[in-house]
C-alpha cells in the first residue's frame, strides 16, 4: 500500500485521478479534511489526514505504507521532515521536487537509506525525469564528458504551487555545478540560442534539479541548465534580478512573492497551449568532442503523472536498491523513450 502525500494538490489531484483510473488505491493524505476526504470518496480511496510539521509526527502517520509519493511543495520546507520520517518509519520516499537543496539533501541521507533498507527517489516529475534521462543517455555516448549543457521549453499552464516554488528559486538565485561543486551565480546569468529540434529558441540559465541530478547520474563536474523564454522576458528578469534577494524578506515575500506569483500563472495561461515539451542536451569531454541530441515529449503536468506513478510501480515492486536514486538510475536511462509521443533526435 503506499500514500499519495498532497494529494489535493493542483499536480497530486492529477496524479491521484490517474492512479484511480488505472485500478491503484493509493493512500491518499494531506493536511486538510475538507479537501481530501471529499477526494478519496469520489475516487474510492482510503485517506489519512496529518500535517507535516515534524518527522516524528510523520512517521506516526506511516502505519501499513510501502512508499510515500510526496506531492506537497515547495519541498525546501516540507521535502526533510517527509524525508526523515520514511527513513524512520521503513518507508521508501518519492517526491516531484525540482529543488537543488532537497535532491541534495536526499543524497545526504544515501547510508542511511542503505541501513534502514529505504530508497529515496526525489524528482520523478517533468524536473528532473527526461531531462535526467537525456543527460545519462548523452553520457553514455561520450564518457569523457566533463561538460554537460540541458535546456528545455515547456507551455503549460503551471499551478499555484510551482509558482510559489519558482518564487523561491528566484529568491535563491541561479546556480551551476562547477568542477563538482554546486556554485552561487545571478540569476538568468547566462543565455544561449538553443537548437530545439522545432527551431532555435532563446534561453536563460536557471537553477534546475539537474544541476543536482545529473551529476549523481552521470559524475560530468560541470552542469548548466537553461530554460526557453522569450528575449522581452529575459531583458525583464535581468533588469529586476538585483531585488529578488528581498524575497527571503518575510514582510516583502508575501506581497511581491504573490505579485511575482501571479504575473507567472497569468503568463504561463496566456502561452497555454498546453503542448508538449522539449529538450535538448550536450555534452562535451573539453577536446573537441561532443555529443548533441533533442528530446520532443509530453506535455510537462502530463509527463509528471506518467513518470511519478512509474516510479511509484518501480519502487513497490521491489525493483529498487536501498539508498539514494536518481529518475535514470532508478528506471533505467532510456525509460524516457518508453512514454507515448516521445523521440529522441540525435545531431
Ligand atoms: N518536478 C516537476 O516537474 C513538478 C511538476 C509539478 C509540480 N511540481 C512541484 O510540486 C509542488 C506542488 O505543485 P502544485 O502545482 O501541485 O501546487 P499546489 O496546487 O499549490 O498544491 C500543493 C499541495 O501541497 C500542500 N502543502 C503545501 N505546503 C504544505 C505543508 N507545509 N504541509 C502540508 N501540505 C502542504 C497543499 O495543501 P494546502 O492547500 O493545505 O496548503 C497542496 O495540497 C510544487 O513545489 C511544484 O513546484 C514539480
Known amino acids: 500500500m503506499w500514500m499519495l502525500y498532497g494529494a489535493y494538490g493542483h499536480t497530486g489531484r492529477r496524479i491521484a485521478e490517474e492512479a484511480a483510473a488505472r485500478g491503484l488505491r493509493p493512500v491518499l493524505a494531506g493536511r486538510n479534511a475538507a479537501a481530501i476526504e471529499p477526494l478519496a470518496q469520489r475516487l474510492g480511496c482510503p485517506c489519512r489526514v496529518f500535517s507535516i510539521d515534524s518527522a516524528a509526527q510523520i512517521a506516526g502517520n506511516l502505519g501499513g505504507i510501502e512508499a510515500v509519493l510526496h506531492c506537497a511543495g515547495p519541498f525546501r520546507t516540507t521535502g ?53 534521462c537525456l543527460a545519462a543517455m548523452l553520457a553514455a555516448r561520450l564518457p569523457a564528458a566533463t561538460q554537460l549543457q540541458l535546456a528545455f521549453a515547456t507551455f503549460s499552464r503551471i499551478g499555484p504551487g510551482t509558482a510559489r516554488t519558482m518564487v523561491g528559486r528566484m529568491a535563491e538565485g541561479g546556480r551551476v555545478r562547477v568542477s563538482g561543486r554546486i556554485v552561487k551565480v545571478p540569476f538568468a546569468w547566462k543565455t544561449m540560442t538553443v537548437p530545439f529540434h522545432s527551431g532555435p529558441q532563446q534561453a536563460v540559465s536557471i537553477p534546475w534539479g539537474d544541476v543536482a541530478a545529473a551529476w549523481h547520474s552521470t559524475k560530468i563536474p560541470n552542469i548548466e541548465v537553461y530554460a526557453a523564454t522569450d528575449p522581452k522576458q529575459i531583458a525583464t528578469l535581468r533588469r529586476t534580478r538585483f531585488l529578488f534577494p528581498l524575497l527571503r524578506v518575510p514582510l516583502v515575500r508575501t506581497p511581491l512573492g504573490l505579485l511575482i506569483q501571479r504575473k507567472l500563472m497569468r503568463r504561463s495561461a496566456a502561452d497555454g497551449a498546453d503542448a508538449g515539451s522539449s529538450l535538448w542536451g550536450r555534452v562535451c569531454d573539453g577536446q ?4 548533441e541530441a533533442t528530446l520532443e515529449t509530453v506535455e510537462s503536468y502530463r509527463l509528471t503523472v506518467l513518470t511519478a506513478l512509474a516510479a511509484v510501480e518501480k519502487v513497490t515492486a521491489g525493483e529498487t536498491p536501498p539508498g539514494f536514486l536518481t529518475p535514470s538510475l532508478a528506471l533505467g536511462r532510456e525509460f524516457i523513450l518508453s512514454l507515448p509521443d516521445t523521440q529522441i533526435y540525435w545531431q
Open 80 to 132: 526533510v521532515p517527509m524525508m526523515d520520517a520514511c527513513l524512520r518509519a521503513k518507508v521508501h520516499y518519492l517526491d516531484i521536487t525540482g529543488e537543488i537543496d532537497v535532491i541534495e539533501a536526499a543524497a545526504e541521507r544515501h547510508n542511511q537509506g542503505i541501513q534502514t533498507g529505504v530508497t529515496l527517489l526525489p524528482s520523478v516529475g517533468f524536473d528532473t525525469v527526461p531531462s535526467d
Open 288 to 291: 573537441k568532442q561532443s555529443v
